[in-house]
């Protein structure tokens, strides 16, 4: 088959490469292909070609992990277009192509539900189309494309319609949970890990749209899923606008691995690539960051570290720096409303906001509608801007839209920092030094008594965490991003990390 083409194509896991990215909305449309052929040839009453099916019930056990519970779809590669639609559309045919030819008794819920937040999203409209609530401003802006998103959700509407007939229901029920939901999902060549269980959906991807993306939460919960960034820095310099995700980054050492329950993904990206400002000017490799993120195997809780540090030998001007940086959607799906629980008590975010501003709640946890937690466990603090104090978190709100690269969600975003505007940075400063706990499913009460800190390391290059799971057993997070062995004592056990190693482990 491989002789037949040329270009993007699948990987060995069955990733799928497109516009650089993992991409898995073009994994779906794949399948939407077979999809239509399986339907017209079966009304037409024609032979069905023995290739049709060719892999794609394999392609669906894997695919199927990163479905919402309602029928979202997990991006945990990125997104480079318009959340909830376009790639998203095409899951609709999809999933009755799996219910009729695989017998599949979930796959008719799944497109039950899709088409449900797809009726809520066209009653919110106010003219009879079904994306003006959120996407009106692309009708003058952009009338092609918004015309494309129009179409894509009128054609797959259609395709139900015609093929919903055909379909002949799973004889058998849907009681037992899924067998293929559960478990991990790695494609080394994208540097992407994905674990998901009934309580946690967790991953990891290098290779992602703009480069770097985390995801832990409910699966049942794809409200509170926006891709870009999420949980990772937020470093621009001077010359970047952030229109282009990913153009002035470069991977450098990228790693994923998994271990029952969980996953671990470590690393490096340099930031700040051939930057271009006006009047000639340029400017290239003007920090590094390292990451290291995990997913502990008690069903609930992942780890993250971050540490951002500027060149050596240049000064340079940022003009965004965010640090943990969990986004949270807070957009029509949600109802415009997000309770937010923290040391100061219960408010409640309307959206969007009069105006751009930053919240500072004055406490190292934050609870997002009794569903998702996130702890800070430490703040280098070097580095917070003028007033802010180490290891309390903040909300960045924005008063547009600012989800993906036509802007179609409203996003709050929890951060140790949110700093924009010029600001000079002086050579090998530290800009980033975090850890921190997400916790998928858990209660502000849970959050507020999560149990969890740093460890105590004098290496330069190697932080650490530690943490108590929903388990009720201690975990540790090391990590050592320098380049020769570093000896460590974790709670009274000695451990050496090699150079560009990371460990996760109960202890």
């Known amino acids: 088959m491989r002789e037949r083409h040329v270009g993007p194509n699948f990987f060995p896991h069955y990733a799928l490469d497109h516009h650089g990215y993992l991409n898995v909305g073009y994994m779906v449309i794949c399948v939407s292909n077979a999809a239509m052929l399986h339907f017209d040839l079966k009304q037409a009453g024609l032979p069905r070609p023995e290739s049709l099916d060719w892999h794609q019930d394999d392609l669906w056990r894997r695919l199927r992990r990163f479905i919402y519970d309602d029928g979202r779809l997990a991006r945990f590669g990125g997104d480079s277009r318009v959340r909830y639609a376009y790639c998203q ?74 093929y919903a007939p055909l379909v002949e229901p799973p004889n058998h029920p849907s009681a037992a949970r899924e067998a293929t939901l559960e478990g991990t999902w790695i494609e080394p060549e994208h540097g992407a890990v994905l674990h998901r269980c009934p309580t946690r959906l967790a991953s990891f991807s290098w290779r992602a749209y703009g480069l770097t993306q985390a995801i832990c939460q409910p699966p049942d919960a794809s409200d509170l899923g926006e891709w870009s960034l999420n949980l990772c820095p937020v470093v621009r310099f001077l010359g970047d606008d952030g229109s282009r995700p990913g153009a002035f980054r470069r991977l450098e050492r990228t790693h994923v691995g998994s271990f029952e329950g969980g996953l671990l993904a470590w690393g490096s990206v340099t930031e700040g690539v051939d930057v271009r400002i006006d009047e000639g000017a340029r400017c290239t490799d003007q920090a590094l960051t390292y990451l290291a993120f995990a997913a502990l195997p008690d069903g609930q809780t992942c780890l993250g570290l971050q540490y951002v540090v500027a060149a050596p030998d240049r000064v340079g001007y940022t003009t965004t720096l965010k640090s943990v940086h969990l986004n949270v959607p807070n957009d029509l799906f949600n109802g415009y409303r997000r309770r937010i629980y923290s040391a100061r008590g219960e408010q409640t975010l309307t959206s969007p906001p ?62 140790l920092q ?36 740093p460890l105590d390391i004098a290496h330069p290059m190697v932080r650490g965490v530690w943490a108590v799971g929903a388990d009720g057993r201690r975990y540790v997070l090391l990590v050592n991003w320098g380049d020769t062995p570093a000896p460590v004592d974790a709670f009274g056990r000695a451990v050496t990390l090699p150079p560009d190693q990371a460990l996760c482990k109960a202890l």
Not at 114 to 141: K, P
């Open 89 to 162: 559309e095409y899951l609709l045919p999809s999933l009755l192509y799996r219910a009729d030819r695989w017998q599949d008794p979930f796959a008719l819920e799944l497109a039950a539900r899709q088409v449900a937040w797809i009726e809520r999203e066209h009653r919110a409209s106010d003219d009879g189309t079904f994306y003006a609530a959120r996407m009106g401003h692309m009708r003058d802006a952009n009338p092609h494309y918004y015309t494309r998103l129009e179409s894509d959700r009128a054609c797959v509407l259609a395709m139900l319609l015609n």
């Open 354 to 415: 009069r105006q751009a501003e930053v919240l500072e709640l004055d406490s190292r946890w934050v609870n997002v509608d009794g569903k998702l937690g996130l702890v800070a466990l430490y703040d280098g603090g070097d580095c917070c801007g003028a007033g802010r104090r180490s290891n309390r978190l903040c909300i960045d709100r924005a008063a547009r839209r600012r989800g993906g690269r036509y802007h179609s969600l409203y996003t709050d975003e929890v951060c």
């Open 418 to 453: 949110a700093e924009t505007g010029p600001m000079r940075r002086l050579p090998g400063e530290t800009l980033v030094d975090a850890g921190f706990a997400v916790l998928s499913g858990a209660d502000a009460a849970q959050t507020a008594a999560f149990e969890g800190g």
